[in-house]
């Protein structure tokens, strides 16, 4: 099972974007229990946390992105989601998803530049 990331892009300030996130290999009886978690890293600083949601769809946000980012998932698909609005340039980083399996590695991103 490994994870790729996609739906990064150059945006402007106040503008959207929807990260997308397939769990490639996974069977339903995998996936629908993990707790799935957004991760960003900027240039220069460490990877932090974005956002979470469980597989009772309880979510947890950073407070920096609180109001403005939202966690989904569809087992079905095997897949989360961040839906990101009035994107500011401080969100400007790669995006990572981690399952809570400790067994599956980072993917390698997807990159959100946002320009003000």
């Known amino acids: 099972v490994y994870v790729v990331e996609s739906g990064g892009g150059l945006v402007q300030a106040g503008g959207s974007l929807r990260l997308s996130c397939v769990a490639s290999?996974?069977?339903?009886?995998?996936?629908?229990?993990?707790?799935l978690s957004w991760y960003r890293q900027a240039p220069g600083k460490s990877r932090e946390f974005v956002a979470s949601i469980t597989s009772d769809r309880i979510t947890t946000y950073a407070d920096s992105v609180k109001g403005r980012f939202a966690i989904s998932r569809d087992n079905s698909r095997k897949s989360v989601y961040l839906q990101m609005n009035g994107l500011e340039p401080e969100d400007t980083a790669t995006y990572y998803c981690?399952?809570?399996?400790?067994?599956?590695?980072w993917g390698q991103g997807t990159q959100v530049t946002v320009s003000s």
């Open positions: 981690k399952l809570s399996d400790p067994s599956i590695s």
């Open positions: 290999g996974a069977i339903f009886s995998f996936f629908s229990p993990q707790t």
